[in-house]
């Protein structure tokens, strides 16, 4: 079992960053594929970002390519996103979550552990 807590969410403006913490506990986050998802009031829960068990790759939607970076120590079983450039059409709750596998799929089903979430608000 994978435990995971997300934080650093808030109320931002428009062109501002924040920078996104999920802890991990339960296991070693070293065998696990790392996520982040994010859902929209009245939206399903889309992909955001992916990141391989070793950090060697990552993948990320269209509309974030650019500005957020998705990292990940595993000494430190934490996993990042750094939003820059946020805009009002990135706020949404967003979720951490962990795959046994290796890769970055940015299917829901691909993930066996999800975080409870963090509400991130970009105002205009």
């Known amino acids: 079992q994978v435990y995971l807590v997300e934080s650093g969410g808030g109320l931002v403006q428009a062109g501002e960053s924040l920078r996104l913490s999920c802890a991990a506990s339960g296991r070693t986050i070293s065998f696990y594929t790392m996520c982040w998802f994010r859902q929209a009031p009245g939206k399903e829960r889309e992909f955001v970002a992916a990141?391989?068990?070793?950090?060697?790759?990552?993948y990320y939607a269209d509309s974030m390519k650019g500005r957020f970076t998705i990292s990940r120590e595993n000494a430190k079983n934490t996993v990042y996103l750094q939003m820059n450039s946020l805009k009002p059409e990135d706020t949404a709750v967003y979720y951490c979550a962990a795959g046994r596998y290796d890769g970055g799929s940015g299917s829901r089903d691909s993930y066996d552990y999800w975080g409870q979430g963090t509400q991130v608000t970009v105002s205009s």
């Open positions: 990141i391989s068990r070793s950090g060697d790759n990552t």
